[in-house]
Nanobody, 114 residues
Framework: VQLQASGGGLVQPGGSLRLSCAAS????????MGWYRQAPGKQRELVAA???????NYADSVKGRFTISRDNTKNTVNLRMNSLKPEDTAVYYC?????????WGQGTQVTVSS
């Protein structure tokens, strides 16, 4: 399974960004796709996740600002990030879990700064 993430960049506080992640390879069955982030000097943390049925889970710090969605026909997961704050600055990683195995994409940098 390969995951290709895109959409990071530099944005001012209060701005928006959209991250996308496309899965390819041996992708099938029930799965969970999600976004994690890791800021310098901190542990990687869950941002948001969505399962095959569309149920979502968000970190408290992003609730109301971020929206995760997926397109099962295209095997993609997206993260819409609004009202971005400097503390959202991190490398964001896409993850897919299927049959108990985690697959990670390469990170994409999100920097929120004026």
């Amino acid at each position: 399974v390969q995951l290709q993430a895109s959409g990071g960049g530099l944005v001012q506080p209060g701005g928006s960004l959209r991250l996308s992640c496309a899965a390819s390879g041996r992708i099938f069955g029930l799965n969970i796709m999600g976004w994690y982030r890791q800021a310098p000097g901190k542990q990687r943390e869950l941002v948001a996740a969505i399962d095959s049925g569309g149920s979502t889970n968000y970190a408290d710090s992003v609730k109301g600002r971020f929206t995760i969605s997926r397109d099962n026909t295209k095997n993609t997961v997206n993260l819409r990030m609004n009202s971005l704050k400097p503390e959202d600055t991190a490398v964001y990683y896409c993850k897919r879990t299927q049959f108990g195995i985690d697959y990670w994409g390469q990170g994409t940098q999100v920097t929120v700064s004026s």
